[in-house]
């Protein structure tokens, strides 16, 4: 098994760097800097819905958390660094609380999805509110539906004039977004994930068990609450200004559409329907014939008749199918495999 | 005296106005086998239920080697050393078999020793020929089988078996026979079964449920014979 991890860990790194060095060729580092975010944001999601079983219709919450964490603490310190760990921190302290009331209220599914969606929207409404001069944290501004613009945007750790920007905070997203891959990778093959995954498939079997699904599953929703949270904090620098948008609906059922269309149960696939989809409304953003929401729905109904696995386990699917020599090659390797199971048995 | 593995004093357990069960004392001695009869809706699987805590009883009380665990929660139970098959099968269907029975013994195992113990128990079970296989793709026997491995894995001294035998071949009834007499070395069993021929193979005390309580208590064949129970399920079923 460690093995296979290593091998697994040196072809993210491998695809991380070609994809870097290659992508910038076809489109712009600012541009590619924003699907990176998505792409993360959409893993943030892949993980807890797809593998913990958890569908969370507030997402947004957590980015906007995120991107809001970052802004208001920026302005107070003027370096980039805590700020950034705020990004992280304060969603997953939100997602461990809300969780917690969540999982031992012992609400389900549809439960969970009419709640997170309303954290979503009273977090929107608040943020709406804060228009007033009276709404300040710190010498932060909260501004209501305008945002908070100018704040201090990433910096070299300690020096709070280096700025990171261009070309170079997109390298630092690409990176990022592919440590979170490796490190999700790692989360679901240890025991903890592969616990996660027997919780997803039937509660009531993992706690005859003996695990405590309520604390396992409050602790997996703020992992996702964490990543979620680090792409808002990566995407306020990027916007260099945070609006209450990041919590409206449309942004929560994006992140829902790109887990559905690139595949969920998988890590690459939300990842990529993240990417495919954002650049996909950048290109149609461009023109005014079609509107955008419409194209996104179509392309969600069509997916959902047509291939409601999504694209990448349909694509690996073709990929066994279509190299024909395969299946033999492993069933005589788990025969091989059973037998030396036999023999140290 | 042989130590105690479960008691209920008084059980009780109210659905509004329907008493599912009622007043239920039982008691079960460390190694004991026991099976559970009753017609249709005479509680068993409620009683079942209240045990292991996927329902807590409104009134009485139970306890485990002594232990008070009225009110726990299912996997604090569970983690005491009690396992449970369901009646309907309760797996992890789009998961190996492998996985579901790693996924039992690592709560009580680390990541290695859960390994061999999986390997251990599928060896026992016969189950090695499928053990890569979906869960949901294997046929209900097999199904019924990796379930009682999934409660045998963790090595528990109470096993609470939900109709253990519904639905099998008689040659898969043999080998669930077996298996329960293997398990019956380490813990003590409590079955809920309709199958008479089953019952008479493995039990020694029968306990019978009627419409909430415990109507009789004694040896199989007495059981099996008493006109009180010939007419409330016997009688019934033919």
């Known amino acids: 098994m460690p093995g296979d991890l290593k091998r697994e860990a040196i072809a993210i790194a491998v695809v991380t760097g070609a994809l870097i060095l290659v992508l910038p060729l076809i489109i712009g580092t600012y541009t590619l800097t924003v699907l990176a975010v998505y792409g993360m944001l959409g893993l943030s999601l892949g993980l807890i819905w797809g593998f913990g079983g958890i569908l969370c219709f507030g997402q947004a919450a957590f980015f906007g958390l995120g991107a809001y964490a970052y802004a208001i603490s920026a302005i107070n310190i003027g370096e980039s660094t805590i700020p950034m760990l705020l990004a992280v921190l304060v969603p997953a302290v939100f997602a461990v609380l809300l969780g917690a009331m969540m999982f031992y209220g012992r609400l389900n599914d549809v439960y969970l999805g009419v709640i997170t969606l309303v954290v979503t929207l009273i977090l929107f409404k608040v943020i709406n509110s804060t228009a007033g001069p009276q709404y300040m944290i710190g010498n932060a501004r909260l501004g209501g539906f305008n945002g908070i613009p100018g704040f201090q945007t990433l910096n070299v750790p300690g020096k709070p004039d280096a700025y990171i920007w261009g070309d170079s905070y997109f390298y630092v997203c690409a990176v990022l977004l592919g440590f979170v891959y490796l490190l999700v990778t790692v989360l679901l093959r240890s025991s903890f994930g592969r616990i996660a995954v027997g919780i997803r498939e039937n509660e009531v079997r993992m706690s005859l068990m003996g695990y405590d699904v309520r604390a396992r599953k409050t602790v997996m929703f703020a992992i ?14 990027w916007a260099e200004i945070v609006t209450p948008n990041l919590f409206s609906l449309s942004q929560s059922a994006e992140i829902i559409i790109w887990c559905i269309v690139g595949g969920l149960g998988t890590r690459l696939g939300p990842v990529l329907g993240a990417a495919g989809l954002a650049y996909l409304k950048f290109l149609l953003g461009q023109q005014a014939l079609v509107d955008n929401a419409l194209v996104t729905g179509l392309i969600l109904v069509l997916f959902v008749l047509l291939l409601p696995k999504g694209v990448v386990p349909a694509l690996s699917g073709l990929w066994r199918v279509s190299v024909g020599r395969r299946p033999p090659g492993r069933i005589r390797r788990r025969r091989r495999s059973r037998h030396r199971e036999r023999l140290h048995g | 005296m042989a130590e105690v593995a479960l008691e209920t004093q008084g059980l009780t357990m109210r659905f509004g106005g329907v008493v599912a069960a009622n007043r239920v004392d039982f008691k079960l001695r460390a190694r004991e086998l026991r099976c559970l009869i009753g017609p249709n809706g005479a509680g068993k699987s409620t009683f079942f239920k209240c045990i292991t805590g996927l329902q807590s009883p409104t009134e009485g009380e139970v306890y485990m080697r002594g232990v008070e665990t009225t009110g726990w929660m299912p996997h604090q139970i569970a983690s005491l050393g009690v396992g449970m098959k369901t009646q309907t099968p309760n797996v992890m269907d789009s998961l190996s078999v492998h996985e579901n029975i790693w996924l039992a013994a690592r709560r009580f195992h680390d990541s290695r020793e859960a390994d061999h113990k999986t390997q251990e128990i599928i060896d026992l079970l016969a189950l090695g020929a499928i053990a890569r296989d979906d869960l949901g793709r294997l046929a209900h026997g097999e199904r019924q ?34 298996i329960i007499h293997v398990l019956n070395r380490q813990a003590a069993l409590v079955i809920v079964e309709h199958d008479m021929q089953f019952i008479r193979s493995i039990a020694q005390t029968v306990t019978v449920f009627h419409q ?27």
Do not use: C, Q
């Open chain 1, 224 to 237: 996702g609450a964490a990543i979620a949270g680090l792409a808002g904090g990566l995407f306020a620098n």
């Open chain 2, 145 to 178: 089988r990796v379930e009682l491995g999934l409660v045998a894995v963790g090595d528990p001294w109470l096993i609470l078996l939900d109709e253990p035998a519904a639905g099998l071949g008689a040659e898969e009834v043999e080998r669930m026979t077996a």
């Open chain 2, 212 to 238: 909430g309580k415990v109507l009789i208590e004694d040896h199989v064949d007495r059981v099996m014979s008493d006109p009180v129970v010939r007419n409330v399920y016997l009688g019934k079923k033919s």
